[in-house]
């Protein structure tokens, strides 16, 4: 069986910066992450609060840490329940009804609490039924 390097990247536990297809980040924990440069194998270690600063760390390795936080940063529809309505998009706006326990939305079927780097991955989304006032 042959594995993408989507999946690769998923179990090696890391997040592949799209602006920089060598660049890879491996979440540390508590606001850090590890910046790997696949070609060179330089790794410069990031601190959430470090990335709008200059700390030291060269601008590419802090510019993927940053976008690596925000993509992992929560968001609604991760919280979404089972017979809500959204509103999503990815790519293009959609309708989609929660179904399969809290992890799945139709007629898409990509996980909602997606931030990789597959095609499907939400990127903006509010719940439309029931409304706030209905919850």
């Not at 590890?34 to 060269?58: A, F, M, Y």
């Not at 929560?74 to 998009?89: F, I, M, R, S």
């Amino acid at each position: 069986m042959t594995v993408t390097r989507d999946e690769w990247d998923e179990q090696c536990s890391r997040w592949r910066w799209p602006e920089g297809e060598n660049l890879v980040v491996y979440p540390l924990g508590e606001g850090r992450v590890r910046v790997l440069d696949e070609r060179t194998g330089v790794t410069w270690q990031v601190l959430k609060e470090e990335v709008d600063i200059d700390s030291g760390v060269p601008q590419l390795y802090r510019s993927a840490a940053r976008d690596y936080f925000t993509a992992h940063e929560p968001k609604p529809w991760h919280e979404a329940k089972p017979g809500e309505v959204w509103l999503l998009e990815s790519g293009a706006l959609e309708t989609a009804q929660v179904v399969d326990g809290y992890s799945t939305f139709r007629p898409w079927g990509v996980d909602v609490k997606s931030n990789g780097n597959a095609r499907g991955t939400i990127t903006a989304g509010r719940r439309i039924w029931p409304e706030a006032a209905d919850a």
